[in-house]
C-alpha cells in the first residue's frame, strides 16, 4: 500500500518546500497540500482548502483520498501569536489534537508535528541548550508548543500514535515569505541587502539565537519521519542545531559578497522574545537516534542564499 501524505499549512515557509520533496519522494498524486486557502499560484500537485480546527472537514479529506501521514505545519508563530494569543491557542492546538485523534482512531499511520526553541524560556541555558533541561515559555506560540510536545508523547505512551517531532529553530530560506516569526530578519536581511544595500534590523546587533538553512531543515524533517520506529526514542519533540549566529555576524558574512552593505538596529517587541530563547543547542539526542547531521554553516548559506535570490531577480 502506497502512503498518501496530507501536508496542512502548505503554502507556508515550511509547507512550500516539504511539499516539493516529498513530491519528489512520493510522487505528486500522493502528496496532498491543504491551507485555509489556495496559493495565488497554483503549482503542480493536488490541493484542498481546509481549516484544521474543523475535525469533520479533516477527516473528509483523510477518507477521500486515503491518507495514511500527517505533516501539521499550520500554527500561528512567536510575533504573529502574541497579537491574538486565544486564537493562537485555539489553532495551534485544536489542530493538533484533531489530527492525534485521527490517528488514535487509526486512521493514520504516522504523524508529524514541528515544535519550536519557543519552547524554552527566560530561565532556559542559554548555551547549548540541552534536550531535557528548564522550559517555562514566556510567549503562548511556545507555550502551545510545549503542550503540543506534551500531547505528542502522551499519545504516543497511551495509543500508540506513532507521531514525531523536530524542535526548529529560526528557518532561512529563498523560495517563499517567513510567517511571522521572531528570527524573520535572518531571511528579511538578504531580500534587503540586495533591493537597497541597507537593513533596519528588529533585534539588536549581539542578540545570538539557533538557526538552521530550509534545505538542512526539510532533509532533517524527512529523515526523522523515515527512520524506523525503534530509532526513535524521543515521542515529545528532539533538538534539532543547525547554525547560531547574532545580525552582526551575518552582516559580517553578507559583506563579504556586497561590501558595501550597512546594517542598523531598532529592537522591538520582538527582542524580548528573542531574549527568552537559548544562544545555540545541544542536539546530540538526534545525532544519536538517527543520524542527523547538518550541511550547512554561516558561510555556505550566505552564499546559497544570494545565489537563489539573484536567480529570482
Same mark, same amino acid.
Request: charged share 25%.
Given at each position: 500500500?502506497?502512503?498518501?501524505?496530507?501536508v496542512?499549512?502548505?503554502? %507556508?515557509?515550511?509547507?512550500?518546500?516539504? *511539499?516539493?520533496?516529498?513530491?519528489?519522494?512520493?510522487?505528486?498524486?500522493? *502528496?496532498?497540500?491543504?491551507?485555509?486557502?489556495?496559493?495565488?499560484?497554483?503549482?503542480?500537485?493536488?490541493?484542498?482548502?481546509?481549516?484544521?480546527?474543523?475535525?469533520?472537514?479533516?477527516?473528509?479529506?483523510?477518507?477521500?483520498h486515503?491518507?495514511?501521514q500527517?505533516?501539521?505545519?499550520?500554527?500561528?508563530?512567536?510575533?504573529?501569536?502574541?497579537?491574538?494569543?486565544?486564537?493562537?491557542?485555539?489553532?495551534?492546538?485544536e489542530?493538533?489534537?484533531? *489530527?492525534?485523534?485521527?490517528?488514535?482512531?487509526?486512521h493514520?499511520?504516522?504523524?508529524y508535528?514541528?515544535?519550536?526553541?519557543? *519552547?524554552?524560556?527566560?530561565?532556559?541555558?542559554?548555551?547549548h541548550?540541552?534536550?531535557?533541561?528548564?522550559?517555562?515559555?514566556?510567549?503562548?506560540?511556545?507555550?502551545?508548543?510545549?503542550?503540543?510536545?506534551?500531547?505528542?508523547?502522551?499519545?504516543?505512551?497511551?495509543?500508540?500514535? #506513532?507521531?514525531?517531532?523536530?524542535r526548529?529553530? %529560526?528557518?532561512?530560506?529563498?523560495?517563499?515569505?517567513?510567517?511571522?516569526?521572531?528570527?524573520?530578519?535572518?531571511?528579511?536581511?538578504?531580500?534587503?541587502?540586495?533591493?537597497?544595500?541597507?537593513?533596519?534590523?528588529?533585534?539588536?546587533?549581539e542578540?545570538?539565537?539557533?538557526?538552521?538553512?530550509?534545505?538542512?531543515?526539510?532533509?532533517a524533517?524527512l529523515?526523522?519521519?523515515?527512520?524506523?520506529?525503534?530509532?526513535?526514542?524521543?515521542?515529545?519533540?528532539?533538538?534539532?542545531?543547525?547554525?547560531?549566529?547574532?545580525?552582526?555576524?551575518?552582516?559580517?558574512?553578507?559583506?563579504?559578497?556586497?561590501?558595501a552593505?550597512?546594517?542598523?538596529?531598532?529592537? #522591538?517587541?520582538?527582542?524580548?522574545?528573542? #531574549?527568552?530563547?537559548?544562544?545555540?543547542?545541544? #542536539?546530540?539526542?538526534?545525532?544519536?537516534?538517527?543520524?542527523?547531521?547538518?550541511?550547512?554553516?554561516?558561510?555556505?548559506?550566505?552564499?546559497?542564499?544570494?545565489?537563489?535570490?539573484?536567480?529570482?531577480?
Open positions: 500500500m502506497k502512503d498518501k501524505i496530507l496542512i499549512g502548505s503554502s %507556508g515557509q515550511i509547507g512550500t518546500e516539504l *511539499v516539493e520533496a516529498l513530491r519528489v519522494q512520493f510522487g505528486s498524486d500522493n *502528496v496532498i497540500a491543504s491551507d485555509l486557502k489556495a496559493p495565488e499560484i497554483p503549482g503542480e500537485g493536488l490541493f484542498e482548502a481546509l481549516d484544521v480546527t474543523d475535525r469533520e472537514g479533516l477527516l473528509r479529506i483523510v477518507k477521500k486515503g491518507i495514511t500527517i505533516y501539521l505545519l499550520a500554527a500561528l508563530l512567536s510575533a504573529t501569536a502574541e497579537k491574538n494569543p486565544l486564537f493562537a491557542w485555539k489553532l495551534n492546538m489542530g493538533l489534537l484533531n *489530527v492525534l485523534e485521527l490517528a488514535r482512531e487509526k493514520l499511520a504516522k504523524v508535528w514541528p515544535s519550536s526553541i519557543a *519552547v524554552f524560556g527566560p530561565n532556559t541555558p542559554k548555551d541548550t540541552a534536550q531535557y533541561t528548564i522550559m517555562e515559555p514566556s510567549t503562548v506560540y511556545g507555550i502551545s508548543k510545549q503542550s503540543g510536545e506534551r500531547w505528542c508523547e502522551y499519545y504516543y505512551a497511551k495509543y500508540g500514535v #506513532d507521531v514525531r517531532s523536530l526548529y529553530p %529560526g528557518l532561512i530560506g529563498w523560495k517563499s515569505a517567513p510567517g511571522g516569526g521572531t528570527t524573520d530578519y535572518a531571511v528579511h536581511i538578504f531580500h534587503e541587502a540586495l533591493k537597497s544595500g541597507s537593513y533596519e534590523c528588529f533585534l539588536g546587533p542578540t545570538a539565537l539557533p538557526m538552521m538553512y530550509m534545505p538542512d531543515a526539510i532533509r524533517t529523515e526523522v519521519m523515515n527512520a524506523d520506529p525503534g530509532r526513535i526514542k524521543i515521542r515529545s519533540s528532539y533538538n534539532l542545531g543547525g547554525i547560531s549566529f547574532s545580525p552582526k555576524d551575518l552582516a559580517e558574512e553578507i559583506r563579504k559578497i556586497i561590501p552593505f550597512k546594517i542598523s538596529y531598532k529592537p #522591538d517587541s520582538r527582542q524580548q522574545i528573542a #531574549d527568552t530563547w537559548p544562544r545555540s543547542i545541544d #542536539d546530540s539526542a538526534s545525532r544519536l537516534d538517527w543520524g542527523w547531521k547538518p550541511l550547512y554553516d554561516l558561510k555556505t548559506m550566505t552564499e546559497d542564499m544570494f545565489i537563489n535570490l539573484k536567480k529570482k531577480q
